[in-house]
Each structure stands twice: as structure tokens, then as C-alpha cells.
Nanobody, 117 residues
Framework: QVQLVESGGGLVQPGGSLRLSCAAS????????LAWYRQAPGKEREWVAS???????NSADSVKGRFTISRDNAKNTVYLQMNSLKPEDTAVYYC???????????WGKGTLVTVSS
């Protein structure tokens, strides 16, 4: 069982930036897809961005050009750099890691991001 702990959330004004971190309790090298999801109040959880072992990244249209996902295998950590934040980015952000060939998948407990003036 891999434990994932997110951090870096908080209250930020519109236009501001935050950097989320997701620290894993063991090596993430074997997990080929690392991702961030978010869930806004009253809405379904939605995919935000993902990064593969080949460092290929992809992100939702709603955050493209503003959010950047990265991974540091040596630190067993996944990051989400969020710039130009908008009130609609307010949500609980969850880290997810997937080993697609085995089906192993783990979720963190989330970190709250609130964008408000």
C-alpha cells in the first residue's frame, strides 16, 4: 500500500500562484502515470493533468497554459505548479498514481485550494 500525502494548498487571490506537492511513501518509478484531479463543491471529480514515465504531460483544456505537472522520481514526489489562478479553480486537489499494467492505483486524501479575493 502506497501512501500519498498532498501539501501546498491554501487561500490565494485570483491571479496568484500555488505549488502543490504529492509525496509518496515509496518509489514512484514503477508507476507509469501520475496525475492530479480536483473536485469542486457540488461537482464530480475531474482530471486536471498527468505525466508519464517518459515525462510526457497532458492537461485539461481548462488549465492548459496555466498549470504544469512534473515529477521527481528521486524524491518520490509529484508537483502541480498552478499560475494565474481563477475562482473556478477552487477545489480539493487529489494526487493519483497508476501502474497501468498491474492495475495498482492509489489516491491521496487531498489538499484544499481556495481562490478568492
Amino acid at each position: 500500500q502506497v501512501q500519498l500525502v498532498e501539501s501546498g494548498g491554501g487561500l490565494v487571490q485570483p491571479g496568484g500562484s500555488l505549488r502543490l506537492s504529492c509525496a509518496a511513501s515509496e518509489s514512484i518509478f514503477a508507476f507509469n502515470v501520475l496525475a492530479w484531479y480536483r473536485q469542486a463543491p457540488g461537482k464530480e471529480r475531474e482530471w486536471v493533468a498527468s505525466i508519464t514515465n517518459s515525462v510526457s504531460t497532458n492537461s485539461a483544456d481548462s488549465v492548459k497554459g496555466r498549470f504544469t505537472i512534473s515529477r521527481d522520481n528521486a524524491k518520490n514526489t509529484v508537483y502541480l505548479q498552478m499560475n494565474s489562478l481563477k475562482p473556478e479553480d477552487t477545489a480539493v486537489y487529489y494526487c493519483n498514481i497508476l501502474q497501468s499494467y498491474s492495475g495498482r492505483q492509489y489516491w491521496g486524501k487531498g489538499t484544499l485550494v481556495t481562490v478568492s479575493s
